[in-house]
């Protein structure tokens, strides 16, 4: 694969006539590498793109201009691959200011047709193609230039095999009836990392849940502001402020400076210029009415929690059969989390919002109808064959 004389591209005008190529192809091998230790958002470095004809990288420093290529992944002519892509779909979302609509992702096809997800590039290529790759800058500078001749090796072998395993994985999946599974995967990962642009993303983060009403309304605003900050300076948000120390504040409510400072490690000098800000935007949370505060997270219950633990892992146990019986993974199918949703919708009658993912699409194909059947009592479970990969029977009950 060539680019004419080189593989790099530097000039707007050969990106742009590359990008009308690769929409005549309609399908094109997508990577990225990238820097995330220094700055808000990953800083790409390089773009690398392949068709079957052609493969190039981009220099993003020297093509000021991708819009051609964030339209490309935004629309629904021209099919991306990609392979563990959520970043590349992240810089979709944030460069391109929309999300992709025809992408494939060759992690969740390879857990879709057998037990390993998710499977690093190297190993798919070994597994699929029986071949090997030879590169290995994991570790690498992508900032820095020029890019050496094991940079450029890397960066084109990064797309070299990816066209060609997708051919093999869709063959496979269409065959198995499963190329559907695969599509509504790749739309929910697009749908998944939506949702992280959410106002209400601040939700997911880690230890809200002690919190109570007003101190909860104290962690939204510090989170937000600390997001925009870290935008502003284009800095990594740990460098605004850590999360622990961001929800002991919450949790303290301080009303002075004095205050912030009794929290160990406020004393730092980057934090420290930033105190009166940070007891602002507190007294904003610590004003608001009571009917604006936010909903707190449900009370804990022990007990019930115990009951959660053991009902989720009579269920690990089933899909995990289940899996290796259908030969997916195990791991894309259904996490703990997806098996606790299921328990509280099923047994506990928590079934107020959206069916738990288990029961959705091609997961009640799979597994969903089993696992209710057995919360239900109508499954027993005996050992048929212990050297077998599923040496679990479960059969309904008369």
Not at 314 to 330: D, F, G, K, T
Request: with cysteine; proline share 5%; hydrophobic share 35%.
């Amino acid at each position: 694969m060539s680019l004419q004389n080189s593989p790099i591209i530097i000039e707007q005008d050969d990106f742009e006539e590359f990008c009308a190529h690769v929409r005549q192809a309609g399908i094109v091998a997508c990577d990225t590498e990238f820097v995330s230790e220094y700055t808000y958002r990953p800083e790409l470095c390089l773009l690398q793109l392949a068709t079957v004809e052609r493969a190039c990288l981009v220099d993003p420093y020297e093509v000021k201009d991708l819009s051609a290529w964030w339209d490309i992944m935004a629309d629904e002519q021209t099919t991306v691959v990609l392979h563990g892509g959520r970043e590349e779909i992240r810089f979709c979302q944030v460069f391109g200011g929309r999300s992709p609509r025809k992408i494939v992702d060759l992690q969740i096809a390879e857990g879709l047709r057998s037990r390993s997800f998710p499977l690093a590039y190297s190993s798919m290529v070994s597994r699929v193609l029986k071949s090997k790759t030879h590169g290995k800058e994991t570790r690498t500078d992508w900032r820095r230039r020029p890019l050496t001749q094991q940079q450029i090796a890397y960066g084109l072998e990064d797309v070299e095999h990816v066209l060609p395993i997708w051919k093999i994985q869709r063959t496979s999946l269409e065959s198995l009836g499963r190329l559907a599974w695969a599509e509504a995967e790749f739309a929910r990962m697009v749908t998944d990392l939506e949702e992280e642009l959410s106002p209400e993303s601040w939700r997911r983060f880690s230890g809200l849940h002690r919190l109570k009403p007003r101190s909860l309304a104290a962690a939204r605003e510090l989170i937000r502001w600390r997001e925009s900050e870290a935008d502003n300076r284009n800095q990594p948000v740990r460098k605004i402020l850590r999360d622990d120390l961001l929800l002991e504040l919450a949790f303290r409510l301080p009303r002075s400076a004095k205050e912030v400072l009794s929290t160990r490690d406020m004393n730092r000098p980057d934090y420290q210029k930033r105190i009166d800000r940070i007891l602002s935007v507190i007294e904003t949370a610590r004003n608001l009415p009571n009917d604006e505060l936010p909903a707190p997270f449900p009370e804990p219950d022990y007990d019930r929690d115990q009951d959660e633990q053991i009902l989720s892992k009579i269920l690990s146990i089933a899909l995990a059969n289940r899996c290796a019986e259908l030969n997916v993974s195990v791991t894309l199918v259904g996490t703990n989390a997806d098996l606790k949703q299921l328990v509280r919708w099923h047994v506990y009658n928590q079934n107020s919002g959206p069916l738990p993912r288990l029961m959705q699409g091609w997961r009640t194909e799979v597994c969903g109808d089993l696992l209710t059947a057995v919360l239900d009592g109508k499954i027993s479970l005996r050992v048929a064959d212990p050297e077998s990969e599923h040496p679990l029977i479960f059969e309904r009950r008369e």
